[in-house]
């Protein structure tokens, strides 16, 4: 299919491009940003005015509930929402059931994706099998099957010996690890430690939790040259040690999920199971240390956390309740809410979601490495249209996600999104009058 775009303000963090222009796909790629080529015949014209043109977003931390939780969340589903949303390139972790510990799974779930034309889905392959933190899995060929790296997902690794293994075999075949900082024994509660978890007797988790495992990974980090990245940092402290991890160059980069970025202990209110979050959700100045962070660059990139939980699993006691939350269609617009509330440079904010994403991904992208989180002349055409003026309405009936539970419910956010090209294709187109 051949697209113009025209008249939208294309913006590409990854190159500072900022200016108003028309751009043209052909065969799955961008042809030109600077003008229609001679006898271009476009087989649709997006009007893009008044909208921003901006790389597809890269999300790497996203549930798609597949195989195993279908009933919480089914690939479809979870794939319209990522489009509906902007997203054309999703991570997802490796724990389903089974867990993604075997070549074949890996293949499958790539398939099955793959078949829907919708976002890029890039698995991340277990570190251990069965998530068991006793043996190692092949990482050689669950990379062969698709792997963009390896991880524990939300299950912490409590043997450092193994872990020191899983470092040192991935450093010498240049995989990457994603680990959440969080120690065994002290991270079990339900609430993050404070005055407000005492007050509603809710089991409490220390920041101490993540220092103590960030203080071990990178000792660690420094023994075997592994290149790790950080899933959802929460604290202030836990900060404060990649800020200075960075500065000694280890080779570490971090996300943090919209929930951190926006919310604290606070909003759990009176036991809210829409709060019931991993990590927990811990004090201002915690949240205001993590804003501060995604704005400098010390934080690389912003994730939704998607984690579709169904009804049966939410609507219980606060510590019965199944942590997670929607979060995949709120991405961009809390992105951009964030941005205007710290009066952050646009770019910076978009990059967070797209060109920064796409950097953690580095070579694991393989031939898109080149072209994803970017909009590059002769790149793959992945691509998000969306008004900037135009605010939604966050509600269970304006989710395209089998999940509904969110805490951002009620929210007025900005950004609609228009228009999402996957690959040359459009996979979202949304009516006019109707929410994004």
């Known amino acids: 299919m051949k697209l113009l775009i025209k008249n939208g303000r294309v913006i590409d963090p990854a190159s500072g491009r900022d200016a108003v222009c028309d751009i043209t ?45 279908e009933h919480e969340g089914m690939l479809e589903s979870e794939m319209a929402a990522a489009v509906a949303g902007g997203v054309t390139s999703v991570v997802c972790p490796p724990d389903t059931d089974p867990v993604l ?7 499958m779930l790539k398939m099955r994706a793959e078949k829907l034309h919708q976002s890029r889905v890039f698995p991340l392959g277990a570190l251990t099998r069965g998530l068991a933190g006793e043996v190692l899995t092949e990482m050689a060929e669950l990379t062969e099957a698709g792997c963009v790296g390896f991880s524990q997902a939300e299950v912490p690794l409590g043997n450092t010996q193994v872990m020191q293994r899983a470092l040192q075999y991935a450093a010498t075949y240049g995989y990457s690890v994603w680990l959440r900082p969080q120690e065994l024994h002290l991270g079990k509660g339900v609430a993050a430690s404070g005055p407000l978890a005492t007050r509603l007797g809710l089991s409490g988790v220390p920041v101490a939790a993540e220092t103590i495992a960030l203080h071990t990974l990178f000792e660690l980090m ?31 980069t971090c996300d943090v999920s919209i929930n951190s970025l926006h919310l604290t202990d606070t909003d759990i209110g009176y036991f809210d199971s829409r709060m019931r979050l991993n990590p927990p959700l811990r004090q201002q100045r915690d949240r205001d240390a993590l804003r501060a962070a995604l704005a400098d660059g010390t934080v690389d990139a912003l994730v939704s956390d998607h984690t579709p939980v169904d009804e049966d699993a939410k609507t219980l006691p606060f510590a019965e309740a199944e942590p997670g939350a929607t979060g995949l269609e709120m991405l961009l617009g809390l992105a951009l809410k964030w941005q205007q509330q710290d009066a952050v440079p646009l770019a910076r904010a978009l990059a967070a979601v797209s060109a920064e994403p796409a950097r953690v991904l580095g070579a694991a992208l393989g031939t898109l490495q080149a072209s994803c989180g970017k909009l590059v002349e002769g790149g793959v055409a992945d691509v998000c249209v969306f ?12 989710l395209r996600s089998q999940g509904k539970h969110t805490p951002f419910s009620g929210y007025e956010l900005p950004g609609r999104v228009r228009c999402t090209i996957v690959g040359g294709q459009i996979a979202f187109e949304a009516r006019a009058g109707t929410p994004a």
């Not at 003008?35 to 921003?52: H, L, W």
């Not at 040259?225 to 570490?252: D, F, N």
Request: charged content about 20%; glycine content about 10%.
């Open 25 to 69: 796909i052909a065969a799955g790629r961008i042809v030109a940003m600077d003008g229609m080529p001679q006898g271009f015949a476009p087989n649709k014209v997006i009007d893009a005015t008044g909208c921003i043109v901006m790389p597809g977003l890269v999300d790497l931390a996203v549930r798609l509930r597949e195989p195993g939780y």
């Open 387 to 398: 008004d900037p003026q135009a605010h939604w309405t966050v509600s269970s009936e304006s």
């Open 101 to 107: 510990d075997e070549p074949g799974l890996v293949e």
């Open 222 to 252: 420094k023994s075997t040259g592994a290149r790790v990245h950080l899933c959802r940092i929460s604290s202030a402290a836990g900060i404060e040690l990649v800020r200075q991890a960075k500065a000694q160059g280890l080779p570490v």
